[in-house]
C-alpha cells in the first residue's frame, strides 16, 4: 500500500459572516498594512492515510470531509492535494 | 416521567438539567454517552457543555457517539428530545435539527442572563408557557450564532417552529434573533440558553423550572 498525505481545505461558505476573519482584517488594518481588502479565516487538515492509488485516496478524503470534517450548512471544502507520503 | 439526562467527555451541564428533572419530580437519571439503548426514557437531554473539548466544530464529534443513534431512533419515533446549548449543537450536526451554530460575530465568549421570548407552545418543553412570555434565562457559549441558508430560515418561520427568541437583540448575531428552533414533528427541541440554570430564585431566575414540568408529555403523540 502507498502512503498519501491528502491536504483538505475548510473555508466558511461565501457570504456566511466570518467573524473571525474580519477581526484578523481590522487587526491587519490597524498594523498599517491598508491594503488589505479581506480575510477569511479557515483550516487546513493534513490527513495520512494508505491506498491503492491517488484517486482512490482523494474519494475516501471526500467521503471523511462529506462525513465528518466539512458541515456542508455553513463550510465548503476543497481537497488541495494528494501526496505520496515521503 | 423518565427522564435520560445525557452525558458525554466533556459535557458539564448534566448535573444541572438531571437537578431540574428531579426538582420536577421526574425520575432523572444520568446516561453514558457509550449507552447504546435509551428505551426507558420518555425524554432524553443533552446537555450543555464542550463535549469533546469542541473540537474540529462543537458538537461534531459527539454526533457519533454510540448513544445518539439512540438519540436519533428515539426522535424518529416521536419521542421528546431536548438539546441546550452543546446539546442544541450536537442535535444540529446530527441533522436532527436544520441550521448550525457557528462562533458568536462579535467572537467573546457570552456568559449573562438574557430575555427570550416564547414563540411557540407547542413542542413538549414550552407547552407551559404561553406564547408572547418573556423569560429571564443564564446563555453561556462560544458559538451560539444560529445560522440557516434564507429557505430554511423561512420555512422555520413559516410552520411556527422557531420556539423562542432573544429579546432586545441577540447576544450572539443570530440569525432572525433565533434562541431555539424544534423539528418538524415538534419533538426535537434545541435551545441555546440554559433554563435549566434558572430553576430557582435563589439563583437568578426561576424562569425555566416550568420547561421541566413536561406535562404534555404522554399527552398526545409526542407532543
Known amino acids: ?86 | 416521567m423518565k427522564v435520560a439526562v445525557v452525558r458525554f467527555p466533556g459535557s458539564n451541564r448534566e448535573v444541572d438539567a438531571h437537578r431540574a428533572a428531579l426538582a420536577a419530580g421526574h425520575e432523572a437519571t444520568l446516561v453514558w454517552h457509550r449507552s447504546t439503548d435509551l428505551e426507558h426514557a420518555d425524554v432524553v437531554v443533552l446537555p450543555g457543555g464542550f463535549s469533546y473539548g469542541d473540537y474540529l466544530r462543537p458538537g461534531a464529534i459527539a454526533r457519533f457517539s454510540p448513544v445518539m443513534r439512540a438519540v436519533a431512533k428515539h426522535a424518529h419515533a416521536g419521542r421528546p428530545v431536548l438539546g441546550i446549548c452543546n446539546g442544541f449543537q450536537i442535535l444540529c450536526e446530527a441533522r436532527l435539527l436544520p441550521g448550525a451554530l457557528v462562533r458568536n460575530a462579535q467572537l467573546a465568549f457570552v456568559a449573562k442572563m438574557v430575555t427570550v421570548r416564547i414563540e411557540s407552545d407547542a413542542t413538549p418543553f414550552t407547552a407551559s408557557y404561553r406564547v408572547g412570555q418573556e423569560l429571564r434565562w443564564p446563555v453561556a457559549h462560544g458559538d451560539g450564532r444560529y445560522v440557516a441558508d434564507e429557505a430554511t430560515l423561512d420555512q422555520l418561520e413559516r410552520e411556527g417552529r422557531v420556539v423562542c427568541r432573544y429579546v432586545g437583540g441577540s447576544p450572539n448575531g443570530a440569525l432572525r434573533d433565533i434562541a431555539g428552533i424544534c423539528n418538524e414533528g415538534r419533538n426535537v427541541v434545541g435551545l441555546m440558553p440554559h433554563p435549566e440554570s434558572a430553576t430557582d430564585a435563589l439563583i437568578g431566575s426561576a424562569d425555566g423550572a416550568p420547561l421541566f414540568a413536561l406535562t404534555a408529555v404522554g399527552a398526545g403523540a409526542g407532543v
Open chain 1, 1 to 86: 500500500m502507498t502512503r498519501y498525505v491528502g491536504r483538505v481545505r475548510v473555508m466558511p461558505r461565501q457570504g456566511l459572516l466570518d467573524p473571525q476573519g474580519t477581526a484578523v482584517e481590522h487587526a491587519l488594518d490597524a498594523l498599517g498594512f491598508h491594503q488589505v481588502a479581506r480575510v477569511r479565516v479557515g483550516r487546513t487538515l493534513e490527513i495520512a492515510l494508505e491506498g491503492g492509488s491517488a484517486s482512490e485516496a482523494r474519494v475516501k478524503l471526500e467521503e471523511m470531509c462529506d462525513k465528518l470534517i466539512a458541515n456542508p450548512v455553513t463550510e465548503d471544502y476543497s481537497i488541495d492535494a494528494v501526496d505520496v507520503a515521503p
